[in-house]
């Protein structure tokens, strides 16, 4: 009665409030997005090495050709003529420490020679690694006299110099990125995203994703101030390699991060990203893009998820699951988790893509992210149609290596997953598909489990075996009528098991516990049968 009292007041199962009916199957809102298991890829607060670049190495030792790039030609002994020598002289010069006072003078005066001047030595300066004077030039006031630079369209040197000086200072500390904010320097990069000279143009994807890297009131802005359609536009001109990897690291930038931004407002980004997929071979700028897309189909909705899968990129997520980088491979797995977290038909076309095939090749793998991220995405398909799992189950080796996983991997989180794979399965699969699992050894494995000193593990377990028990009473009997699966429990003491899990301190344990014991004992007036003379080949074989 007391047992009876619990059950009762509680509704521990979908579907288990008529104890004899089986649980919808194809009930995609179950497909969870088990947050405390995944991994934290990325940490919430990046460091400069992820979210904000310096303008310094490669690019600073080509400087005569970026000027080159930008330079117009000019007579001999001409004022502009003049200001072309005397920028390569700029160029080529070393400044130290003690003239930083020298060149803010410089940089305030009216004289355009020495304007270049200041302008170049103050870049030089904030270029070096290490210590930089960026709080400095902040303190010094002359940060609006750089932003005016910027709008000398006349002086493309100039334009180019003191915007490299500005995203310098956008990659400083987040106090010293929101004084560029706070003086109105996003519209101004915004602005130049236009420009006519590519070098300059990317110079402001530079600043700006310095920007929107710093924190989410930044990003809007940028955003706001329609950072995401010129951005895409500059990629459709970009020519070089380094070009594409500052544009695709900027619009990464104005994806992430949370809140996460309006949907609509950064969509344009996407088939970017999706491009990049196919015509990239660099390791950072293929991770950077499918991160950001791992960011945009965060959430529940099927509708940003098909936004994606309208790119075309299904098949480019499966051939990148043989990349040789795992900065790779981990981004790929995690986006396609999110999509078949998503509709039975999304989930099928990345089934149909050829996904199975290379999750079983990858649960070979040794590290352990990679099979965490392969296991959740297996799961929201195991908790998918009737026909969905048959394909997971089909699959011997899946199944093998999952049963092999759920005992022997390393840590419990790791483990966990493998079963949720199989739990689900149990849940949403065909009765057949239940028969062949339990074949494979299920209830072996969930005879081990059940010790485990794991909480969430053998709760998992027993809501799994919950369900086995369940499509055994509905579909498969011995001729003496009894449920074969009971039957096989009680010749392997696992019902013994369950049992002693009665007095389990943890509530969601003895919950589930007492389910079982209250459905598939008191209702069907078990009386005790001795099954030592029967074996597990003989009790599954059809």
């Given amino acids: 009665e007391y047992m009876g009292t619990i059950i009762t007041s509680i509704k521990m199962f979908e579907g288990s409030e008529d104890k004899g009916a089986q649980p919808k199957k194809d009930d995609i809102s179950l497909k969870k997005k088990r947050e405390q298991f995944t991994v934290e890829i990325r940490k919430q607060k990046r460091d400069d090495e992820i979210s904000k670049f310096r303008s310094f190495g490669d690019q600073s030792k080509k400087l005569p050709s970026i000027h080159d790039s930008i330079r117009q030609p000019t007579e001999a002994g001409s004022e502009m003529d003049r200001l072309h020598k005397h920028i390569d002289e700029c160029l080529k010069r070393e400044y130290k420490d003690s003239e930083f006072y020298d060149l803010m003078k410089c940089v305030m005066s009216e004289d355009l020679f020495q304007q270049h001047f200041g302008t170049i030595g103050l870049r030089k300066l904030l270029a070096r690694e290490g210590s930089s004077p960026i709080q400095e030039i902040i303190d010094s006031n002359i940060v609006i006299r750089l932003m005016q630079f910027m709008l000398r369209e006349e002086q493309p040197h100039l334009l180019l110099e003191s915007a490299w000086v500005l995203t310098n200072i956008a990659s400083g500390t987040s106090q010293q990125t929101q004084c560029l904010v706070d003086k109105g320097a996003i519209p101004l990069f915004i602005q130049i995203l236009g420009h006519k000279h590519s070098v300059i143009a990317e110079q402001a994807v530079w600043a700006l994703g310095n920007i929107a890297g710093d924190n989410t009131n930044s990003r809007d802005m940028v955003i706001l101030y329609g950072g995401v359609h010129k951005i895409v536009q500059l990629f459709a001109r970009a020519k070089t390699k380094k070009a594409i990897k500052h544009i695709i690291w900027s619009l990464a930038n104005l994806v992430r991060g949370r809140p996460l931004p309006e949907f609509d407002q950064v969509k344009p980004a996407i088939p970017v990203f999706a491009r990049v997929l196919t015509m990239e071979d660099s390791v950072e700028v293929l991770s950077e893009a499918l991160w950001a897309l791992v960011y945009l189909t965060d959430g529940e909705d099927d509708d940003k998820l098909q936004v994606v899968l309208d790119t075309g990129l299904t098949p480019s997520l499966i051939k990148l699951l043989r990349h040789q980088s795992s900065d790779v491979i981990v981004p790929t797995l995690r986006l396609i988790g999110n999509i078949v977290a998503g509709t039975s038909e999304q989930t099928q076309e990345i089934i149909g893509a050829g996904a199975l095939l290379e999750f079983e090749l990858l649960l070979t793998a040794k590290k352990s992210v990679i099979l965490r991220e392969v296991c959740w995405s297996l799961s929201n398909i195991t908790a998918g149609t009737e026909e969905q799992v048959h394909q997971v189950i089909e699959r011997e080796l899946i199944v093998k290596q999952l049963l092999q996983m759920s005992l022997t991997a390393e840590g419990d989180d790791l483990r966990r997953e493998a079963i949720w ?122």
């Fill in 421 to 542: 794979v199989l739990s689900n399965a149990t849940n949403h699969g065909k009765p057949e598909d239940i028969y062949s699992l339990v074949n494979a050894g299920l209830l072996e494995a969930f005879q081990v489990l059940l010790d485990s000193p794991d909480t969430k593990t053998v709760s998992v377990v027993l809501e799994s075996l919950y369900y086995i028990l369940l499509c055994g009473r509905n579909n498969f009997r011995e001729p003496q009528g009894e449920n074969i699966f009971l039957s096989a429990i009680e010749r392997m003491q696992i019902s013994t098991k369950i049992e002693s899990l009665q007095t389990h301190p943890e509530e969601d344990v003895y919950l589930k516990a007492l389910l079982i014991l209250d459905t598939f004992y008191e209702s069907e007036e078990l009386i005790s049968v001795s099954y030592t003379h029967l074996t597990l080949p003989t009790i599954y074989s059809v």
